[in-house]
């Protein structure tokens, strides 16, 4: 095994140790807890900077694999490691923010009865999204994205003694359940006709597949994209995921969950490619909703809420860029927003800690913004907002470049309205959060039970990524040096029409959310806030969750009633007529056991009789 | 005589047993009747070997053993009969039907 399979191993095998130890030795001890699942993603984190030094030069290609189950029709089934660039640098991501998020919960979490489960957990959402990303094969992908769709359900539904907190998990866990049926009979497709699942393979063969074929295994892998990535009908699932703690949220919304699912397709780009038709409603369904979610989060009074439509909406964004044709684009703005969307859920972790709740309006009428959360709020929203040199910027101005060049002009239209609309509603939260009403600052506090160290450790990783806004914008050259080594790649700094109208989009949006909440004299209520049914309409989530709940959950719970029906009345019917029917024929035959000797000595020499009589004759 | 007469007077001895042990209530009579069916048997051995001829000596020696066996069957009965009347203070067959329930 060369050095840089034994580093991909490693970084597998250690958050997996970390996650077994825990769970099993450790979980009356949260401090040693903690400190191996924390030990444990630090290994993972340098083991894949290593991976992301030594194998991330341009058009590298190394599978390492086991023959697994060999097949008729093909190869077989390897399971392994695949490093590349995409691979070692989504890696990287997820063990640094995974580490990260464990950081921040030292302080957040301090104290909860759970503290041992929770890191156990953490490890195990780490160890499953590397092994999503590093896997060579994709049945391994396949087995590893349901893996880490368990874990997130544990970890949302991590308080499960609030009903809310197991309604969520349940809900995150059945919606993305939907999406991963398309998802396994795209594979099982890909088996039976290739006989082989190793993904270079699987590209490569991609040109001698017919287009039919193409156009329905991309259809069928991309509903579990949809499910994953929160997108299109399935995206009711990510808003009620707030139920879970907030670094929970911080990691499912930035680098493992829902990136699973923009990842995918990136890492089957030229499958994808092969099915334009399936790109071309991957392109406007992405566009539909990343201007739906930007509506939903403009209304949004729950601050976790607005971070989650937001996710959805710059997910939408990544997959705008990947459905034109640009891997870079949106891997690029993946890792941006996997930086800057952390950041965003800690900053908030920070207030909600403080202030007992995750009303913004209350946030901001309990007073006092520590510092660092302050810093993280403004760093993580002007990188949201795409304000140049934060990294939203550059990546947001990747993903319009591509859809500029390909996708036309209507797209390009309307996913500048999108940015416009981001900057409102993320400085809309900023200036309902820190400019609130100051005469409510003297108001009561709620407990201050959280030790010093907390705040301490809560600070540190969102200090760290508010730096990191403003570095990560500048990768964005290297990683399409190795992702695309013949594209040509512009920089956003080039400052033309489409950069231009961006930022003044953005500017727009933020001087819109400073009268309408942040002025001294503002209404802190939007225009659209007074139009009652708008409102409405955008803070039930479009009444999507109302259609499911009048038609597949009213079908659903038909069914299950018809087949309480079948099994209370046919199947148990059934059981009770047997069960009936052998006490009956046990009655009908007692008679017979009279208990009268003489009778069974006359039976038995009749039959005896009988008998001499049957043999003589 | 002829071997259907002891074969005829057998059959009437077995008749009479089994028409004793099916109407008899009483264990004691029952058993009576057990023994003259038992008699039968016994009859219709030493008839049947005497008419083999060969061997007649032997029919009269199982039929010796078949009375001590009978002897020995009537004492275990006669004391499980005891033990019954202690237990169940009656030994009227109708009215001894425990294993019904």
């Not at chain 1, 030795?25 to 400190?35: E, N, Q, S, T």
């Not at chain 1, 949006?509 to 309409?537: C, H, K, M, Q, T």
Request: hydrophobic content about 60%.
């Amino acid at each position: 095994m060369s050095a840089p399979v034994t580093a991909a191993l490693l970084a597998q095998a250690a958050p997996l140790a970390a996650c077994l130890i825990v769970l099993l030795a450790l979980r009356g001890r949260p401090r040693a807890a903690a400190g191996v699942a924390i030990l444990a993603l630090s290994v993972a984190t340098l083991a894949t900077g290593y991976l992301v030094a030594v194998v991330a030069a341009p058009a590298v290609h190394q599978v390492a694999q086991a023959m697994w189950l060999p097949l008729q029709t093909g190869p077989g089934l390897a399971f392994g490691v695949l490093l590349d660039p995409l691979a070692t640098v989504m890696a990287f991501v997820v063990a640094a923010i995974t580490l990260l998020v464990m950081i921040y919960s030292l302080g957040y979490m301090a104290g909860d009865p759970g503290f041992a489960r929770y890191f156990g957990f953490l490890a195990l959402f780490g160890w499953a999204m590397l092994g999503l990303v590093l896997a060579s094969n994709l049945l391994q992908t396949l087995v590893f994205w349901e893996l880490v769709g368990l874990a997130s359900f544990l970890l949302i539904g991590f308080w499960f003694e609030r009903p809310a907190a197991a309604a969520a998990a349940r809900k995150a866990f059945i919606m993305t359940r939907v999406g991963d049926v398309g998802f396994l009979f795209g594979v099982l497709l890909l088996v039976r006709s290739q006989g082989n699942l190793t993904i270079p393979d699987l590209l490569a063969a991609v040109p001698g597949m017919s287009p039919g074929f193409l156009t329905l295994v991309a259809a069928l892998l991309l509903m579990g994209v949809i499910g994953k990535s929160a997108q299109g009908p399935l995206f009711t699932w990510l808003p009620d995921a707030m139920e879970g703690p907030t670094p929970v949220s911080a990691l499912l919304h930035s680098a493992t969950m829902v990136a699973a699912g923009v990842f995918l397709v990136a890492r089957l780009h030229e499958l994808f490619m092969a099915a334009p038709a399936v790109m071309h409603v991957l392109l406007w369904m992405s566009i539909v909703t990343a201007l739906a979610s930007a509506t939903m989060a403009m209304v949004a009074e729950d601050i976790k809420r607005v971070l989650a439509y937001s996710s959805i909406s710059q997910l939408a964004y990544m997959l705008m860029a990947l459905a034109a044709g640009s891997v870079t684009g949106g891997f690029f703005h993946l890792v941006t927003h996997a930086g800057f969307k952390a950041l965003l859920f800690m900053a908030a972790g920070i207030l909600i800690h403080r202030a007992h709740t995750n009303d913004m309006r209350a946030i901001s009428a309990a007073g006092g913004v520590p510092r660092a959360g302050a810093i993280g709020l403004f760093a993580g929203s002007l990188a949201l907002s795409g304000i140049i040199p934060f990294s939203g910027y550059f990546s947001k101005e990747a993903v319009l470049a591509t859809l500029g060049g390909h996708a036309g002009t209507a797209a390009l239209a309307l996913a500048y309205l999108g940015a416009g609309l981001t900057a409102y509603y993320a400085f809309r939260m900023v200036f309902l959060v820190t400019r609130g009403p100051s005469e409510a600052s003297g108001a009561p506090h709620g407990p201050e039970a959280h030790a010093a160290g907390g705040e301490t450790a809560m600070a540190a990783p969102v200090l760290i990524l508010s730096a990191l806004t403003l570095l990560l914008g500048w990768i964005g050259a290297w990683l399409a040096a190795r992702l695309e080594p013949g594209v040509p790649w512009r920089g956003a700094l080039e400052i033309g029409a489409g950069p231009a109208t961006a930022l003044a989009l953005a500017a727009g949006g933020i001087a819109l959310a400073w009268f309408e909440y942040g002025a001294a004299n503002a209404p802190r209520v939007s225009l659209v806030e007074r139009v009652s049914w708008l409102r409405d309409f955008f803070a039930n989530n479009w009444y999507v969750d109302r259609l499911y709940a009048a038609t597949f959950v009213r079908a659903a719970t038909a069914l299950s009633r018809a087949a309480r029906w079948n099994d209370r009345t046919v199947l148990d019917g059934a059981g009770d007529g047997v069960a009936a029917g052998t006490v009956g024929g046990g009655r009908a035959l007692a008679w017979f056991q009279s208990g009268y000797v003489q009778m069974y000595v006359a039976v038995g020499v009749s039959a005896l009789a009988a008998l001499a009589l049957w043999i003589t004759s | 005589m002829t071997l259907t007469a002891y074969l005829g007077f057998a059959l009437a001895l077995f008749g009479i047993g089994l028409y004793g042990l099916l109407q008899r209530r009483s264990l004691v009579a029952m058993l009576i009747a057990v023994e003259l069916m038992l008699a039968a048997v016994s009859v219709n051995v030493i008839a049947l070997t005497r008419l083999q001829g060969r061997s007649a000596g032997m029919g009269q020696v199982v039929v010796l053993v078949l009375v001590g066996v009978a002897a020995a069957e009537t004492a275990i009965a006669l004391s499980l009969f005891v033990a019954i009347q202690r237990a169940a203070h009656n030994i009227d067959v109708e009215k001894l039907s425990e294993l019904k329930r």
